[in-house]
């Protein structure tokens, strides 16, 4: 059974940092591509980061420069770092995976974490 448990989240000063992590079971990171998303209130899920199976990584234009994904294969966890933010990143945050390739559209990923929630404040 694939599972994803996301960690990390919190209220934060703009301006702040704060990193997510999330551990996959039930599936090898080496062979999946993980992705962060985000969900603001009556707001569509949208791409965060992504990083394939190949180590190929992904940004979505909100947050290019100031975060950052990474993966350690051996704890089988990806983490999202994240710098300088906003109150516009204020999100529930989740972690999926794909089994083939995925990009930055939900279906493209199979299963997904419960959530963390960051809260950015001004």
């Known amino acids: 059974q694939v599972r994803l448990v996301e960690s990390g989240g919190g209220l934060v000063q703009a301006g702040g940092s704060l990193t997510l992590s999330c551990v996959l079971s039930?599936?090898?990171?080496?062979?999946?591509?993980m992705g962060w998303f985000r969900q603001a209130p009556e707001k569509e899920r949208e791409f965060v980061a992504r990083?394939?199976?190949?180590?190929?990584?992904l940004y979505g234009n909100s947050v290019k420069g100031r975060f950052t994904i990474s993966r350690d294969i051996a704890k089988n966890t990806v983490f999202l770092q994240m710098n300088s933010l906003k109150p516009e990143d204020t999100a529930v945050y989740y972690c999926?995976?794909?089994?083939?390739?995925?990009?930055?559209?939900?279906?493209?990923?199979?299963?997904w974490g419960q959530g963390t929630q960051v809260t950015v404040s001004s």
């Open positions: 990083v394939g199976s190949s180590g190929f990584i």
């Open positions: 039930g599936r090898t990171l080496s062979t999946s591509t």
């Open positions: 999926a995976t794909s089994q083939y390739y995925g990009g930055s559209v939900v279906p493209e990923y199979d299963y």
